[in-house]
């Protein structure tokens, strides 16, 4: 587990040479710009990065979560928001694969791997956040169709995408009322509200997707009525492991900018990284990300075995990942001085970028309440 096969050093050697080439040279300017990179994109998933983990007879690459984890960590040396909408994508794709019949998954996955279709993933709404399971978005049976009705907020690429994978109500309060749906852009009565503006995570579009009187066939059902909410949380599993690499790449590309930038920078006579104090940082950040790489594979590898305490490593490592992420990057910003804080260095981008994976795909806190919980119930 904790030495690279030469396959997964060559997917992660593809992956950072990808980024190094296609992303870092425009990411400054596409952040700017509030540029959703598509082209970019889809070049990565020509290289088979649209279908990470999805299923070889549809069009995906077949690959472990340890590998995808690399393959996400790499993309996000050189953007974080595109490396993570990449994510997101796939987490989508995943759970049509996963949990699809076979007309379904050979309808919809084979575009969504070559990224000729974009897809978002729609759990969160205005009332219900971190308590997913009091979503409210009503799907009414009508004969073969469903009537949608209701609203989801911060969905990552609405408007742009072609797929939404929504978690809907048809039947019940709480979790087991839930069913998953696939809803087509263009369907009469799909609409989306402004696109946000937000502190980081400019490269990729975030907007609240509106359903009113919506008629989505039967058939666009993944899974049973009743089992959407657990389609939703397994899908955040391997989420919650993706956004934790986009952390670390974001804070190893800060950290390897800060190292050149300290060989460079002179104070009192010295090159900065001469002096002892600064040294121990520079050590503090590389054991902190190792420390969490380390865990997030060993998380990976479990979600790959299918161990029985996958959910609360993923939970355990996308806090760690994403908490000592930030920090790194915000030290690697501080270590910059006042050329930190400007956009043409990189590094102020990379700290936006990351706050925000602290908070989405469940929060840290809801981390904590996932793995307390099973902290708890062991002990009773
Ligand atoms: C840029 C961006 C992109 C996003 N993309 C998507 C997307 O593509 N799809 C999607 O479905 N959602 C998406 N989200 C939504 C995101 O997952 C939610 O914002 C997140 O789950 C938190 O929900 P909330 O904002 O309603 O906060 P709330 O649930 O209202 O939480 C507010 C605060 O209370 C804390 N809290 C809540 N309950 C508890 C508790 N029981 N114990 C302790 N603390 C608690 C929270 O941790 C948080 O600090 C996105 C959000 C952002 C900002």
């Known amino acids: 587990m904790f030495t690279l096969s030469e396959d997964q050093i060559a997917i992660r050697d593809m ?50 979560r340890l590998d995808a984890a690399l393959i996400f960590e790499a993309l996000a040396t050189a953007c974080p928001g595109t490396s993570a909408y990449l994510s997101i994508h796939n987490m989508s794709t995943w759970m049509i694969d996963r949990f699809g019949d076979d ?4 309808r919809w996955v084979p575009k969504l791997a070559s990224m000729e279709h974009f897809a978002s993933y729609c759990l969160t709404e205005p009332g219900a956040g971190s308590d997913a399971a009091a979503l409210k978005t009503k799907a009414v049976r009508d004969g073969d169709h469903y009537i949608v009705d209701g609203q989801k907020q911060f969905i990552s690429g609405a408007g ?42 400019n490269v990729q579009p975030t907007r609240a997707v509106i359903f009113e009187g919506l008629r989505v066939p039967v058939e666009n059902r993944i899974g049973a009525e009743g089992e959407g909410f657990k389609i939703a949380m397994a899908g ?26 300290m060989r460079e920078r002179k104070a009192f006579g010295k090159r900065l990284d001469e002096f002892q104090a600064l040294q121990f940082r520079l050590a503090d950040m590389a054991i902190e990300l190792e420390a969490a790489r380390t865990f997030l594979w060993r998380a990976a590898a479990a979600l790959d075995a ?34 930190g804080y400007l956009s ?11 706050r925000v994976h602290q908070i989405l795909e469940g929060t840290n806190e809801i981390m904590r309440l996932i793995v307390s919980r099973a902290l708890i119930a062991q002990g009773n």
């Open 103 to 106: 007309d379904q998954r050979r």
């Open 344 to 354: 043409d260095y990189g590094i102020e981008k990379i700290v936006r970028d990351l």
């Open 160 to 201: 742009e995408s072609d797929v939404y994978v929504v978690m809907v109500r048809t039947g019940a309060e709480g979790p087991k009322g839930i069913s998953t749906l696939v809803i087509e852009a263009g369907t009469p009565g799909l609409s989306f509200g402004a696109n946000e503006k937000k502190m980081g995570w």
């Open 236 to 261: 955040l599993d391997g989420g919650r492991l993706n956004i934790g690499a986009c952390s670390l790449g974001g804070a190893q590309a800060a950290l390897e900018k800060t190292l050149s930038y």
């Open 15 to 64: 992956a950072r040479d990808f980024a190094n080439v296609e992303l870092a040279p425009y990411a400054v300017e596409w952040d700017e710009k509030k540029h959703f990179p598509k082209d970019a994109l889809r070049a990565a998933a020509a290289l088979g990065m649209g279908g990470i983990y999805v299923k070889e007879d549809v069009g995906g690459s077949g690959l472990s």
């Open 306 to 339: 299918k161990a029985a305490d996958a959910t609360q490593l993923c939970a355990m490592a996308k806090r760690v990942a994403t908490d000592r992420g930030f920090e790194v990057a915000n030290e690697a910003l501080q270590l910059h001085g006042g050329y």
